[in-house]
Each structure stands twice: as C-alpha cells, then as structure tokens.
C-alpha cells in the first residue's frame, strides 16, 4: 500500500514520536544540535552516517527516514523483516 503524502511523517514528527527533542537527540547521538535543527528545517539531509544513527535512535527504517526528509523512495522496496 502507498503512503499518501499527507500520511509520511516529517523529521520533527519522527522526533516527536520517539518521545524526544532535537536537543536530547543531539546528546544521545553526538550530532551537533544546529546540525539537527538544519535537517529539521529542511536546509540539508543527512549523510548515510548520520542517516543511520537517526534511524537507530528514532526507531525508524532507513526508508521511513528518507520520506520525512522529503526524498523521492519510489522503486525502493518496503522494509520487510529478515
């Protein structure tokens, strides 16, 4: 089933939904909170790096993470368990 774009949560949803803030991610992680707040913002993306320690901390799969930030997954097949 396709996600309407209504339905995909952004970065600060996906924040929010963890029970944190941009600041208590900052720490957890070691990501600077400025930088944070620039993905939050929509100014950049997180390299894959980063992308991943986001997805492990916020619980969320790598293509989850990519649609709150906006990045076309179409052709990317859903996460499915191994």
């Known amino acids: 089933m396709k996600s309407s774009p209504e339905s995909i949560a ?4 996906l924040i929010e939904y963890a ?3 941009q600041r208590e991610l900052s720490k957890r992680t070691g990501i600077a909170e400025v930088t944070i707040n620039s993905w939050v913002a929509g100014k950049y993306i997180p ?3 980063n992308a991943l320690v ?4 916020l619980g969320v799969s790598l293509k989850t993470l990519s649609q709150s930030l ?3 997954t ?4 859903d996460d499915s368990p191994n």
């Open 19 to 21: 029970n944190t803030t």
């Open 47 to 49: 390299r894959l790096d």
């Open 10 to 13: 952004t970065l600060k949803q």
């Open 74 to 77: 179409t052709g990317i097949p």
């Open 54 to 57: 986001l997805c492990r901390e």
């Open 70 to 72: 906006g990045l076309d």
